[in-house]
Structure formats: C-alpha cells, structure tokens
C-alpha cells in the first residue's frame, strides 16, 4: 500500500492533488476522513491559527477543495465539536448526500467547569457524493438477548447493526499508541471504525489535516493506500518518515 504525507498549506496543495500528482494522475478520493482544528486556540504551531475570526469561512474553502477530490461514491467523515459541526453541516446538507451524523463518547477526567456540564463527545458528520455509498456497518450484541424474539435471531446468526453512539476512549499520554510530539491524537479504534465502515481495501483515503498521521498509518494497516497533509511536520514521531 502507497503512503504518503505531503508538508504544506490544504488551500494550496489539494488544488496540486486535484490537477495532478505523480505521473500526470488525477488523485480522487473514496474517503476523506479528517479532524480539523477546531478553533479553540490549541497551540498547534506557529504557523497555525486557530482562534480565527473567518472560521466557518476558511472551513468553507478546504471543504470545497475535498468535494471536488471525491470520487462519485465517496464518503466525507468531518470530527470536530458539536457546535462546529452543526454550522458545516448547514454548508454542505445541500451540495452532499447526507448520511448521518455519529457521536463519539468518551471519558474525561479535566475540563469540568462548575458553570456548565463537562464536554464527552464530539460529533462525526457523515456525506457521501451520492446516494450510493460504500458501508460496511461494524455488529454489536442485542441488548435484550433473552426476548423470545432476539433469541431466535441469535440463533439464526443474525446481529443488529451497531447503534450512532461510539463510547471509544480518547488517545491520552499515557496510550501505548500516543505519538510523542505535543499533538493531540485520534484514537486507533475510531479511526479503524470509520475507515472499515465508509471504505474497501484497496481504496484511497485522505487526511488533509494529518497530523500525526493516525489516519494514514491506520490506513495501510487495513490495507488502504492514503495521502495526508498537514502545515506541520510531524514525521518524526508519526511513522510516516
């Protein structure tokens, strides 16, 4: 499987993926899968900005660039808060096919406040190109297996799609996983969800806001080949070096 992370600004490099890369190529996407900054004022470097006035509007302009990158049955799953998501979607409920929205739930130990309920979630915004799509839904168990009527569907072998909420612990320091470069880091278990569920393998997968690299490592660990952007180079730390 190919990999590849590309160091540069999303505005002006998917423009170049859009045209051509490689050989002449143009690159499209079956999945764009990205957690953008989320305008908090994380200091992600200096050459990031992420307590902007003109958020929704710069939101707007990369989202344009992935739409053009995805190819006819492609999916785009956007992670950011709640609020964050709510006005994107309003951006693109009329140019995508709206699929659905996910909620990631986890728990946290800090960021209680004594003026308002603790954030655990974030939501997943879920569009495809078009109404045929790639889903390949992840099972989970009945919750009331001992109904006359659930036990014969477990014995016929049959298992209920999972429900829209994923209770999926954050990456913390302390995660055998966590890469060691002062970013903040998906899980692995969120993102192999959502690469095995919205691609096949074989299929490209974009990150245009990599990071460290999560989504590009994943993906070529379920045999997907994928390309990654972000302004920062964390390829020490990554896997992506």
């Keep these: 499987m190919t990999k590849e992370m590309i160091q540069g600004d999303v505005l002006k490099e998917l423009p170049i993926l859009d045209k051509e890369h490689g050989t002449g190529v143009r690159t499209d996407f079956d999945l764009i899968l990205t957690d953008p900054p989320y305008n908090s004022g994380w200091k992600y470097s200096d050459k990031v900005n992420d307590n902007k006035d003109d958020y929704f509007e710069w939101c707007e302009k990369w989202l344009d660039r992935c739409i053009d990158s995805l190819r006819p049955n492609g999916v785009l799953c956007l992670i950011n808060y709640s609020e964050n998501n ?4 309003t951006m693109l409920k009329d140019r995508l096919n709206f699929v659905q929205q ?10 209680h406040s004594n003026r308002k309920y603790t954030r655990s979630y974030r939501t997943i915004l879920i569009f ?3 109404k045929e799509y790639t889903f390949n839904p992840e099972k989970q168990e009945y919750k009331n297996p001992n109904d ?25 320091n302390v995660s055998k996983s966590k890469q060691n470069n002062g970013i903040n880091q998906l899980p692995n278990d969120l993102v192999d969800m959502l690469i095995k569920t919205y691609s096949n393998p074989g299929d490209m997968i974009l990150d245009p806001f990599v990071g460290n690299g999560t ?14 952007i972000d302004i920062n180079d964390y390829s020490k730390n990554s896997g992506l070096d």
Excluded: M
Excluded at 86 to 89: A, K, R, S
């Design 86 to 89: 709510n006005v994107i979607y």
């Design 102 to 111: 996910l909620i990631w739930c986890y728990p946290v130990n800090n960021g």
């Design 128 to 130: 495809s190109k078009n």
């Design 148 to 172: 006359k009527r659930i036990k014969e569907r477990i014995v016929q072998g049959k298992s209920p799609t999972h429900y829209d909420i994923f209770n999926i612990n954050l990456c913390k």
């Design 215 to 228: 989504v590009c490592n994943r993906a070529e660990a379920l045999g997907r080949d994928s390309i990654g």
